[in-house]
């Protein structure tokens, strides 16, 4: 749920993503979808987040 624009569900520390919250080390979003890159993922550097946007400076 979001509360004043973080989701203190989803701790995120990409802040070079346009759905961080900005001042805390939250996503913005309600929710994200997490996939891999990967056929066979084994290890956490498998993982994805599939809602990162990159953001616009
Ligand atoms: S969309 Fe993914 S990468 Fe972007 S702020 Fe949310 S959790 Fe982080």
């Keep these: 749920m ?3 624009g973080k989701n203190e569900s ?3 520390t990409i802040r070079n ?3 961080h919250a900005k ?5 913005a979003l ?3 979808s997490v996939g891999t890159h ?3 993922p084994t ?3 498998c993982t994805d ?3 990162f946007k990159n953001k616009t400076w």
Excluded: T
């Design 2 to 4: 979001l509360k004043e």
């Design 10 to 12: 989803i701790h995120c």
């Design 17 to 19: 993503c346009e759905n």
């Design 23 to 27: 001042n805390e080390d939250y996503c």
């Design 30 to 32: 309600d929710k994200i």
């Design 38 to 40: 990967e056929s066979n």
């Design 43 to 45: 290890n956490v550097e």
């Design 49 to 51: 987040c599939e809602s």
